[in-house]
């Protein structure tokens, strides 16, 4: 009973001292102690919804998670059955445009997601500005003709468009294109290419490699008028194509 007494004195000093701290706030609850229930019972229901919106969210997490998880196993089986043909593919035709060793990864994130990354001379570049331009042009593509080769059947070859920014380029790089859609068109592919008639290497090496079996000029200046600019240079773009028809005459 003794120990039973220490307890009781112990609740009964702890009472007093709450009624003593919160002496002005007791009277008033006491008289408007239907409102402070009704409020307590507000916040419980808050909070019991807020648990079960918490439960509902977890729950279709874990059917989104349950559903990822095979596409991702899949999409990593795709790659690894990719990196046996296309990587190869993608990498040499890279490798002959820019000269540089270059591999192709794919990086797993945090979010579950997957992303596409380049290394170049042991390297990683994981954004487009980490290259130069004329880096990205030929990255690019590399990338469509090796797809081209790599989806098309071989009975029906894919064509590809290619809208050239010579102006970007220099001499070296762009007599290394023209090589390069030579070698893709003499594999039976389709090129169709618009590009600016100036000094440019690349329409010079390609006539080159293609000649005349293989390649057709289409003077676009003769589908619309001229403007005033045009018409009083008209002499250097007949010499330009004088120039690329002369090596089409020559190419192989």
């Known amino acids: 009973m003794t120990r039973l007494a220490a307890d009781a004195r112990a609740a009964e000093d ?18 408007n102690s239907e409102a402070v229930i009704r409020q307590r019972d507000s916040l419980e229901d808050e909070r019991l919804d807020a648990v079960r919106r918490r439960d509902e969210h977890r729950r279709r997490r874990d059917v989104y998670r349950a559903e990822l998880a095979p596409l991702q196993r899949s999409l990593a089986s795709a790659y690894r059955d990719g990196e046996l ?16 060793d270059l591999d192709i ?14 290394e170049l001379q042991s390297s990683r570049r994981r954004s487009t500005t980490e290259l130069s331009e004329s880096q990205r042009f030929f990255l690019d593509i590399a990338l469509r003709m090796s797809l081209a080769q790599y989806m098309s059947d071989p009975d029906s070859r894919a064509a590809l468009l290619v809208d050239t920014p010579e102006g970007s380029l220099d001499i070296a790089y762009e007599a290394r294109a023209g090589k390069m859609f030579a070698e893709f068109v003499r594999d039976g592919y389709q090129l169709i290419m618009t590009a600016n008639i100036n000094a440019s290497q690349l329409l ?12 057709q000029l289409v003077r676009m200046t003769d589908w619309s008028p001229l403007s005033e ?24």
């Not at 043909?85 to 540089?100: C, D, N, S, T, Y």
């Not at 194509?241 to 002369?246: H, V």
């Open 14 to 31: 702890a009472l007093a001292i709450f009624q003593q701290q919160y002496s002005s706030v007791l009277p008033k609850l006491g008289s």
């Open 85 to 100: 043909e296309f990587v190869p593919l993608f990498r040499g035709l890279a490798k002959q445009f820019i000269g540089l």
């Open 105 to 118: 990864f794919l990086e797993p994130k945090a979010s579950g997601e997957f992303s596409l990354g380049l």
């Open 204 to 215: 010079i090496r390609l006539a080159e490699e293609c000649g005349s079996e293989m390649m």
């Open 229 to 252: 600019v045009q018409a009083e240079g008209e002499d250097l773009f007949d010499r330009a194509y004088a120039d690329i028809e002369t090596a089409l005459d020559g190419g192989s």
